[in-house]
Each structure stands twice: as structure tokens, then as C-alpha cells.
């Protein structure tokens, strides 16, 4: 190696300084999450494991489950939903179709959540949008509950994670050579039974970062669960929220956080694991 | 039934499901273009009147107003100073090796899993424990901090198609490491730069959650004054401001996607 020029260290000196931010704070969450909590105040006790302990109380335990198990709902049916548009956004020959699907599949991605979740407000409402259609046309005859409740959150989440979904399967399918799914065909194979066999388990390490990313974003999605949930759906980032904010409880907060960032870390590492010997599959 | 037909109705169903997925993208972008419309406070479907007032009092709204130039000032700090942190560090990742490399990378990449309510919190924490006011410079720092691993992938990509070749060629002939970035380096990367400034600046101008947790009624961006907003009245106005959002970005994508190629962009093209 040569010589390192003396830029170097000036080069690095911003980003060193940004990391060593970042880390204060993530470690200051982390002495937080061993402090006592005083009531009424918001200074903190002594060193205590007291907030771990009440983590496993109903309550909290719960929310963490139906995190995962809403992260997990959004995360399949997201793919479902995604994974054809990803295809015929990259295969179609159609150039109308392919500028059709990226501006309705990606803008909403531009958009960020509120805007995002105040729509669903007024599409699951009691008169909203989707009840009085269904009412108008008497399928229903008393409108549906779907504000605050886990159906609405898990379709709305649905919707804010498809663009990032329908991206990343997008890039994994694009770099398939079409001349694999070619020779199947001209051997033979129906184009369905081509895509079964050829093009589907070749796609997999997109899937995998696909149900990942979503995953991840579910998982610390705030302004969905809490606007459409309406405090009757509690996740992981919503009790931080009420903690923090309601009860000025921040060494509890503090401790949710770190196992919500444990637990995370966990999901992500088992997943990957899991599919390792998947994402071989497309190299060649 | 042979075959072809088989395949040629396996065609059809796929396109039907590809239109009903297209549906439920739309679905609430066109019920929020109509409820924006309407004349009542309380929304009925289909309205009963129409009117433009919505769309009055969503751009008169103070809180509205604040957040934007709020919004503005934190996303012109944050993509801008993201990008010269970004780029100083993607070229000395890309050419030397040194100590502690992997674990600043790894750091610096991190908000991409952990969570924006986590950052929040503990940035808020470490300003009230060193008593340090809730001001700008906290929520630029926030920012800088989230849209930096977007900023590096980006920088990383445009570097590796650089090549190293004119570099070298600028070296051997007797410019200066320092010389060569500047002269050759910065400008061949400059569209990586713009591209990873224009999405560094719309990732942060609609971040919400960290936002909620580290801004005042002073620095309040846009999404945060949003978000106040619904969970205090529940007429039309932000249906509005959706609508005005959606057209921007729609227009912006539109026309981005005619000139530069949107596929190309987002790397989604196909071989051909």
C-alpha cells in the first residue's frame, strides 16, 4: 500500500465526527434503560435492571408480539402484491405499461407516511371512502370497522411499503438474463412453468432484501400504527411514543428500545441465516 | 384445452391482477384528490358540494407555513452537508484502507435498521442530559445522520463506475493525491453527487418519526405540522396539502423519468 496522503485524516474527520454523535446518543439510550425512573421528573435514579424486568409484563410482551406478527403480515402480502408488478414493470415491452407502473408504484415512495396514512384515514373511515361504496351498492349493510384495527394498519402498512418492495424485487429481476427464461421455453417449458422453475428461485436473493426492508420498516413504522391504530393497536414504537411523551417514563422508553433494536438485530441475522443458502442460487 | 390457450388465458389473468394491484396503489391518492374537493367540513362520499377552500386555508395555515420553511432550512443543511460527508468519506473508503474502516462504515450505515423512533429518543435524551437546547442544529444533525447510508450507496456506485484510469493518469503525470481529487475525482462523480443530494433532500424533507420526537413548535418541519394537524381536526385541509404534495412530486418524477430515464435512475431496466 502506498503512502497515505495527509487529506486523508481531514477527509475522514466529518464522518468520524457524525459516528461518534450517533453512538452518544445510541449509547445514552442504552444508560438510560438502567436508570430508575422518578415520577413527575425528569431526572433519573440509580443504576437498576428494573426496566428489563418490566418488560415482561402483559402489556409490553404483547405489543412486541403483535409487532413481529404485524411486521410479518405486511411483510407476505406486501410481496404478493409487489412481486408482479416488479415483473411486468421489468419484462413488459409495453413502454406505456412500464412508465405506467413506475409512476403510480413509486411516487407514493416520495410521499412519506403521514401524507401516506391520512389517505387510508379517509378510505377506511366509518363514512369513508370504502363503506359508503360498499354500503351504496348494498353489500354491507352496516358500515365496517376497519379504523383502529390490526386489518386497517396492516393494509395501510401494506401501501407504504410496496413502492420500496416493488424497487428492490425490481432491481433483483433485472439483472436475470431473459435468454435462461428463453431456452426453458423454446425446450418446451410453458412460460408459467418457466417462471416457476427458472425465473422465481433465481429472484430470491431480491425477495430476501425485499421482505427485509420491509420487515425493518414495519417494525419502526410510527404514524400508521398511531393514526390508524388509534391507540387500540400498540406496537413497540408507539408505546416509546406514549412513554416518552405521556408519562416522561424515558428510562422505560429507553429500555423498550434497546430490545426492539435487539430483537430486530436478531430477526434480521436469523433471516439472512435462513436464506443463505438461497441467495447462492442466482450466482453463476 | 391446449396449450396455447391455457397460456394465452394465463396472460389475460396475469394483466387483470397487475390492473387490480395498479387499483389499490391508486386507491387512496384518488380518494384524497376528491375528499379535497369537497364543500363540507365532515367528509361524505360521493361529497355533496364542491369548493376550492381546503386548498385556501391549507396554504394559510401558519402551522403549515412555519413547518415548510422549517422544512426547507433542515433538508438544504442536511442533503448538503450528508453529501460532503458522504463524498469525502466514499473517496477515502474507495482508495486506502485504514484502521477502524469496517466498524465507521458500520456505524454510518446503521440508521438503515435502526429504528427512526430509537434515533429520536436518544438524541433527545443526550441534549436534555447535557442540557443543550432542542434547535436546529439537533434536527440537521438528525437528518444528516438518517439520509447518510442512502447518500453513500449512491456515492459508492457512481465511484465504481469512475474507473481509475484517468486518476492514474492525472498522478503520472505529477498532480498532487489532493489535486487529483479535486480536479478529476469530484467533477466525474458529479452526477452521483446530485442524484444523492436530490434523494437525501426529499428523504429528509418527508421524515417524520425522529422529527416528532426532537423538534419544537419552533423547528417543527412540514410532516410533523401534518401529523399535529390530523390528530386535531378532521376536515379536508390535509387532503388538500396532499394533493398539492402528490402533484409536486408526481410532476417532479414525471419529468425526471422523461429526460433521464426513471429505470436507468433506479436501476430497474432490464438488459437488453
Given at each position: 500500500?502506498?503512502?497515505?496522503?495527509?487529506?486523508?485524516?481531514?477527509f475522514l474527520?466529518?464522518?468520524?465526527?457524525?459516528?461518534?454523535?450517533?453512538?452518544?446518543?445510541?449509547?445514552?439510550?442504552l444508560?438510560?434503560?438502567?436508570?430508575a425512573y422518578i415520577?413527575?421528573?425528569?431526572?433519573?435514579g440509580?443504576?437498576?435492571?428494573?426496566n428489563?424486568q418490566?418488560?415482561?409484563?402483559?402489556l409490553?410482551?404483547?405489543?412486541?408480539?403483535?409487532?413481529?406478527?404485524?411486521?410479518?403480515k405486511?411483510?407476505?402480502?406486501?410481496l404478493l402484491?409487489?412481486?408482479?408488478?416488479?415483473y411486468?414493470?421489468v419484462?413488459?415491452?409495453?413502454?406505456w405499461?412500464?412508465s405506467c407502473?413506475?409512476?403510480?408504484?413509486?411516487?407514493?415512495?416520495?410521499?412519506?407516511?403521514?401524507v401516506?396514512?391520512?389517505s387510508w384515514?379517509?378510505v377506511l373511515?366509518?363514512?369513508?371512502?370504502?363503506?359508503?361504496?360498499?354500503?351504496?351498492?348494498?353489500?354491507i349493510?352496516?358500515?365496517?370497522?376497519?379504523?383502529f384495527?390490526?386489518?386497517?394498519?396492516?393494509?395501510?402498512l401494506?401501501?407504504?411499503?410496496?413502492p420500496?418492495m416493488?424497487l428492490?424485487?425490481?432491481?433483483?429481476?433485472?439483472?436475470?438474463d431473459?435468454?435462461?427464461?428463453?431456452a426453458a421455453?423454446?425446450?418446451?417449458?410453458?412460460?408459467?412453468?418457466?417462471?416457476?422453475?427458472?425465473?422465481?428461485?433465481?429472484s430470491l436473493?431480491?425477495?430476501v432484501?425485499?421482505?427485509t426492508?420491509?420487515?425493518?420498516?414495519?417494525?419502526?413504522a410510527?404514524?400508521?400504527?398511531?393514526?390508524?391504530?388509534?391507540g387500540?393497536?400498540?406496537?413497540?414504537?408507539?408505546l416509546?411514543?406514549?412513554?416518552?411523551?405521556?408519562?416522561?417514563?424515558?428510562p422505560?422508553?429507553?429500555?423498550?428500545?434497546?430490545?426492539?433494536?435487539a430483537m430486530t438485530?436478531?430477526?434480521?441475522?436469523?433471516?439472512?441465516?435462513?436464506?443463505?443458502?438461497l441467495?447462492?442460487?442466482?450466482?453463476? | 384445452?391446449?396449450r396455447?390457450?391455457?397460456?394465452?388465458?394465463?396472460?389475460?389473468a396475469?394483466?387483470?391482477?397487475?390492473?387490480?394491484?395498479?387499483l389499490?396503489?391508486?386507491?387512496p391518492?384518488?380518494?384524497?384528490?376528491?375528499?379535497s374537493f369537497?364543500?363540507?367540513?365532515v367528509?361524505?362520499?360521493?361529497?355533496?358540494?364542491?369548493s376550492?377552500?381546503?386548498?385556501?386555508?391549507?396554504?394559510s395555515y401558519?402551522?403549515?407555513?412555519s413547518?415548510?420553511?422549517?422544512?426547507?432550512?433542515?433538508?438544504?443543511w442536511?442533503s448538503?452537508?450528508?453529501?460532503?460527508?458522504g463524498?469525502?468519506?466514499a473517496i477515502?473508503?474507495?482508495?486506502?484502507?485504514?484502521?477502524f474502516?469496517?466498524v465507521?462504515?458500520?456505524?454510518?450505515?446503521?440508521?438503515l435498521?435502526?429504528p427512526h423512533?430509537t434515533?429520536?429518543l436518544?438524541?433527545?435524551?443526550?441534549?436534555?442530559?447535557?442540557?443543550?437546547g432542542?434547535?436546529?442544529?439537533?434536527?440537521?444533525?438528525?437528518?444528516?445522520?438518517?439520509?447518510?447510508?442512502?447518500?453513500?450507496?449512491?456515492?459508492y456506485?457512481?465511484l465504481?463506475?469512475?474507473?481509475?484510469?484517468?486518476e492514474?493518469?492525472a498522478?503520472s503525470?505529477?498532480a498532487?493525491?489532493?489535486?487529483?481529487?479535486?480536479?478529476?475525482?469530484v467533477?466525474?462523480?458529479?452526477?452521483?453527487?446530485?442524484g444523492?443530494?436530490?434523494?437525501?433532500?426529499?428523504l429528509?424533507?418527508?421524515?417524520?418519526?425522529?422529527?416528532?420526537?426532537?423538534?419544537?413548535?419552533?423547528t417543527q418541519?412540514?410532516?410533523?405540522?401534518?401529523?399535529?394537524?390530523?390528530?386535531?381536526?378532521?376536515?379536508?385541509t390535509?387532503a388538500?396539502?396532499?394533493?398539492?404534495?402528490i402533484?409536486i412530486?408526481?410532476?417532479?418524477l414525471?419529468?425526471?423519468?422523461?429526460?433521464?430515464?426513471l429505470?436507468?435512475?433506479?436501476?430497474?431496466?432490464?438488459?437488453?
Amino acid at each position: 500500500m502506498t503512502r497515505k496522503p495527509a487529506f486523508v485524516g481531514w477527509f475522514l474527520l466529518p464522518a468520524i465526527l457524525t459516528a461518534l454523535g450517533l453512538t452518544i446518543a445510541m449509547l445514552t439510550v442504552l444508560q438510560y434503560s438502567v436508570r430508575a425512573y422518578i415520577p413527575g421528573s425528569l431526572d433519573v435514579g440509580g443504576f437498576t435492571l428494573d426496566n428489563f424486568q418490566d418488560l415482561l409484563k402483559g402489556l409490553y410482551a404483547r405489543a412486541f408480539l403483535n409487532t413481529v406478527w404485524l411486521s410479518f403480515k405486511t411483510a407476505l402480502f406486501g410481496l404478493l402484491l409487489s412481486y408482479p408488478l416488479a415483473y411486468t414493470l421489468v419484462r413488459t415491452r409495453t413502454a406505456w405499461l412500464k412508465s405506467c407502473i413506475l409512476i403510480i408504484a413509486i411516487t407514493p415512495l416520495f410521499l412519506g407516511e403521514v401524507v401516506r396514512t391520512y389517505s387510508w384515514i379517509i378510505v377506511l373511515g366509518n363514512s369513508g371512502f370504502l363503506n359508503s361504496l360498499l354500503l351504496a351498492i348494498g353489500l354491507i349493510d352496516k358500515p365496517l370497522q376497519l379504523m383502529f384495527t390490526d386489518t386497517g394498519v396492516v393494509l395501510a402498512l401494506v401501501h407504504v411499503t410496496m413502492p420500496i418492495m416493488v424497487l428492490m424485487l425490481a432491481t433483483g429481476l433485472s439483472h436475470i438474463d431473459i435468454a435462461y427464461e428463453k431456452a426453458a421455453t423454446s425446450l418446451g417449458a410453458s412460460p408459467f412453468r418457466a417462471f416457476l422453475t427458472i425465473t422465481l428461485p433465481l429472484s430470491l436473493p431480491g425477495i430476501v432484501a425485499s421482505v427485509t426492508t420491509a420487515f425493518a420498516w414495519t417494525f419502526s413504522a410510527f404514524a400508521t400504527p398511531q393514526l390508524i391504530g388509534g391507540g387500540r393497536v400498540s406496537t413497540v414504537a408507539t408505546l416509546v411514543y406514549q412513554l416518552g411523551f405521556s408519562s416522561l417514563n424515558f428510562p422505560f422508553a429507553a429500555a423498550l428500545s434497546i430490545a426492539g433494536l435487539a430483537m430486530t438485530v436478531v430477526l434480521l441475522a436469523a433471516l439472512k441465516r435462513m436464506t443463505r443458502p438461497l441467495q447462492n442460487v442466482g450466482i453463476h | 384445452m391446449t396449450r396455447s390457450t391455457r397460456d394465452r388465458w394465463l396472460g389475460y389473468a396475469g394483466r387483470l391482477l397487475v390492473a387490480l394491484i395498479l387499483l389499490f396503489v391508486l386507491l387512496p391518492t384518488v380518494v384524497v384528490v376528491i375528499s379535497s374537493f369537497s364543500s363540507t367540513s365532515v367528509l361524505f362520499f360521493p361529497p355533496k358540494g364542491w369548493s376550492l377552500r381546503w386548498f385556501e386555508r391549507a396554504v394559510s395555515y401558519d402551522d403549515f407555513r412555519s413547518g415548510f420553511y422549517s422544512g426547507l432550512i433542515v433538508t438544504a443543511w442536511a442533503s448538503t452537508l450528508a453529501v460532503v460527508i458522504g463524498t469525502t468519506l466514499a473517496i477515502v473508503i474507495h482508495r486506502y484502507t485504514f484502521r477502524f474502516k469496517a466498524v465507521l462504515e458500520g456505524i454510518l450505515l446503521s440508521p438503515l435498521f435502526i429504528p427512526h423512533f430509537t434515533i429520536g429518543l436518544g438524541l433527545l435524551m443526550l441534549v436534555a442530559q447535557l442540557n443543550l437546547g432542542r434547535g436546529y442544529a439537533l434536527v440537521i444533525f438528525c437528518h444528516v445522520v438518517l439520509v447518510l447510508p442512502f447518500v453513500l450507496r449512491s456515492l459508492y456506485v457512481s465511484l465504481q463506475n469512475l474507473g481509475q484510469r484517468v486518476e492514474m493518469a492525472a498522478a503520472s503525470l505529477g498532480a498532487s493525491p489532493l489535486r487529483v481529487v479535486w480536479t478529476i475525482t469530484v467533477p466525474l462523480m458529479l452526477p452521483g453527487l446530485f442524484g444523492g443530494w436530490l434523494f437525501a433532500a426529499i428523504l429528509s424533507f418527508n421524515e417524520f418519526t425522529a422529527s416528532l420526537f426532537i423538534t419544537t413548535q419552533r423547528t417543527q418541519t412540514l410532516p410533523v405540522a401534518m401529523y399535529n394537524y390530523v390528530r386535531e381536526f378532521a376536515d379536508p385541509t390535509l387532503a388538500a396539502l396532499s394533493v398539492i404534495y402528490i402533484v409536486i412530486t408526481a410532476t417532479l418524477l414525471t419529468l425526471a423519468n422523461r429526460f433521464l430515464g426513471l429505470g436507468r435512475i433506479l436501476n430497474v431496466d432490464a438488459p437488453r
